[in-house]
């Protein structure tokens, strides 16, 4: 099957069906803020602001990469990237691969003339590496993409369940350094959805990682996606198996920040609004990253799109709000994150 039109299954999957881990949430659930009914701050003041990629946002939000490579997938992005502009989130766009391997599809991915100050991340899956990807591919993404950084996914459970999934995932970690070596842009590492550990995230940025975005459980299961897509009838039963796989992705970050202290820090995976971003900031993150919750919206239309940003971006500044933090130092400071 093509790239093109296993992406197009995706997208409609994602729309369609419930591939929703099972798992017990995201693990902020677990955690509570602890209301100050005396603030002390003006809300009109509050600073939200900070950089990433050397590039300034108005929050700390990132639209996790999603899609590319279809005709639905450049309307997905356009939206999503005209919204970004206009909110100041930072963008991620799908997996470039398909336009490494067919030219014809680049522009789906191209949303810089869209999005021409924000913070842009190309994207390709590590395993690649493993299949005769290298440098030199990578590099083509980020020009593709016209991107501020790359990231290189980390899927095995997918590859695992994909009909045409790769599984050789050994010595990654050696190839991925390698590519952190020879580009000229930052490259990140993130996971689809089962979350990157303390231990893992160490070993990446001994390697030259330069941010972990730890996209952890609690969100979209792809063990459920590629389920809908397997003729296989041993493995599609199987993945139920694994729906609850993964590691919550609040224990993810509380990792993640212990364990690698100089890689930015990105949690993604189960979010699903502004209070659960800021939670992340609270417990160590420097972005909160959203994806499935902007699908719909971004099918939809540009001003739907646009209201699902400034939503979260305002449930975020009323999160802190309510705490008293006038700035992303004091909320991630803050004493008034409880754990239930």
């Given at each position: 099957m093509s790239t093109e039109r296993r992406k197009a299954e995706h997208i409609r999957i994602c729309l369609e069906e419930n591939v929703s881990s099972t798992a017990e949430g995201s693990g902020f659930a677990d955690y509570r803020f602890r209301h100050r009914a005396l603030p002390e701050i003006d809300f009109a003041e509050i600073d939200t602001t900070c950089e990433f990629l050397g590039k300034p946002?108005?929050?700390?939000?990132?639209?996790?990469?999603?899609?590319?490579?279809?005709?639905?997938?450049?309307?997905?992005?356009?939206?999503?990237?005209?919204?970004?502009?206009?909110?100041?989130?930072?963008?991620?766009?799908?997996?470039?691969?398909?336009?490494?391997?067919?030219p014809s599809v680049a522009h789906t991915f191209r949303v810089r003339d869209a999005a021409p100050t924000i913070p842009v991340i190309a994207n390709i899956g590590a395993v690649q590496l493993n299949y005769g990807y290298g440098a030199e591919e990578c590099k083509r993404a980020v020009d593709v993409a016209e991107a501020d950084g790359l990231v290189l996914h980390l899927n095995s459970m997918q590859e695992l369940f994909q009909p045409e999934g790769n599984t050789n995932f050994k010595d990654l970690l050696r190839q991925i350094e390698v590519v952190c070596r020879s580009l000229q842009v930052p490259v990140g590492v993130k996971e689809v959805g089962w979350g990157i550990g303390g231990d893992t995230a160490r070993l990446l940025a001994d390697?030259?990682?330069r941010f972990v975005d730890v996209a952890g459980a609690g969100g979209t299961s792809?063990?459920?996606?590629?389920k809908y897509r397997l003729q296989d009838p041993v493995r599609r039963a199987a993945a139920e198996a694994f729906a609850d796989w993964g590691i919550p992705t609040a224990q993810?970050?509380?990792?993640?920040?212990?364990?690698?202290?100089?890689c930015s820090l990105i949690a993604s995976g189960g979010l699903t609004s502004g209070v659960d971003a800021a939670k992340a900031i609270a417990l160590g993150a420097d972005l909160a990253g959203f994806g499935r919750s902007l699908l719909g919206p971004a099918v939809g239309s540009p001003e739907e799109t646009d209201l699902a940003l400034q939503r979260?971006?305002?449930?975020l500044r009323a999160a802190m709000f309510g705490i008293g933090a006038a700035n992303l130092s004091e909320l991630r400071g803050t004493p008034n994150l409880t754990k239930r």
């Open positions: 946002v108005s929050v700390p939000l990132l639209i996790s990469s999603m899609t590319g490579g279809t005709e639905e997938a450049l309307r997905i992005n356009r939206n999503l990237a005209e919204a970004a502009q206009r909110q100041g989130w930072a963008m991620g766009v799908g997996s470039v691969r398909a336009a490494v391997e067919r390697a030259g990682v792809w063990s459920q996606v590629e993810c970050v509380a990792e993640v920040h212990e364990a690698a202290p100089g979260i971006s305002f449930e």
